[in-house]
């Protein structure tokens, strides 16, 4: 839905009615992954894909008769049973498909539209729930905070958007012989990287290029201040680790480099991001540095479990030897973490 909002936007705006058909569970080979979504106006308009142009055809002759009394529908596609699978996908696979009319146009679910839209347009996280029932929609939004809003939004239901919200994935939900399709919209994923250097400047450009809010915090100014960047990180900060990381957000969209070499600056940042959420501990440093830096991180309390989220040596084993390559090797080490996440 979030690479339709501009479209949806222009249709709300305007009162033409549309209905949204979003697939909800996949198998084998489908051409298109589960939240891919398409709109379609009264007029037959549409916008998005849920198939790759497989089902396109079936999925609106469904969704537009939906408009007409607001109500939403189950459509599953597939090749093996012809009863069960309407149209066939010719790569094999099979999709569930949600329709329903879109919840802007229910009077009791505008306020969901609304803060939605707010989180899409701000880079602010969210989960929705959808009931995945014939008949009248019933919608549920769960912000990162545990607010929620919406009509009958249980502690159960509330409970499994944080989860689904904190594993980053779409997902089918059973609770009380229902089932909901959580759907998650996540904000920015934030890059804080500790201690500006030469492959913090490569490793800025790389993480901008990937869509990455970047954060560069270092406390000695002669690095924070000189260093000169290619590409700007969006906040670069010339205080300890300890003295910013508290404002922001430490969760599974973060994903943090600790690169000063500095003992003093990376434990003090390590101290606290060994006990936070965070998808992602990288640390700069040979064998025997990082078996130091062990070494005193035991010391402090913290457990062997604990120490082994860091990922030391750093990045991707591509024989790096120059900062462009170890920068390289340490967005594809992020990258791995955040897809084998998601």
Known sequence: MKDLLKKIQEW???????????????WGSSPRPVGSAMIISEDMEMAG???????????????????????????AFGITDEEAWGVGLSCGGKIQV???????????????????????????????????KDGKGHHILVLPNGETIGDN????????????????????????????????????????????????VDLVQLAQMYNFET????????????????TPPDFIFEKYPSEILGDYQLDAYTYAVVLSHDPK????????????????????????????RVNRLLEKGFSETEIE????????????????????SIMGEIIKVKNTSG
């Open 49 to 75: 894909s849920v198939s790759g142009g497989c089902v396109e055809g079936a999925v609106i002759k469904s969704a537009v008769p939906l408009l007409e009394k607001g109500e939403s529908k189950q459509l």
């Open 265 to 292: 600056i990376d434990d003090n940042a390590l101290e606290i991001l060994l006990r936070s959420e965070v998808a992602y501990i990288g640390a700069l440093g040979s064998k025997r540095t990082h078996a130091k």
């Open 98 to 132: 949600f329709a329903e009319q879109f919840l802007a146009f229910n009077e009791n679910e505008k306020a969901i539209w609304k803060q939605l839209e707010s989180c899409l347009e701000n880079n602010k996280g969210c989960v929705l729930l959808t009931r995945l």
């Open 153 to 200: 939004a249980t502690d159960e239901l509330k409970n499994h958007g944080l989860r689904v919200y904190n594993e980053r994935k779409n997902q089918i939900v059973e609770l009380d012989e229902v089932s909901y399709f959580a759907q998650v919209f996540p904000r920015k994923s934030q890059m804080l990287i500790i201690g500006a250097a030469h492959i913090t």
């Open 12 to 26: 709300t705006s305007t009162g033409k009615k549309f209905a949204i058909a979003t697939v909800t569970k996949t």
């Open 215 to 230: 954060i560069v915090v270092d406390p000695r100014g002669i690095f924070s201040k000189k260093t000169q960047f290619t």
């Open 309 to 328: 989220k860091i990922y030391s040596p750093i990045g991707t084993d591509i024989k790096a030897k120059t900062p462009r390559e170890i920068a390289l």
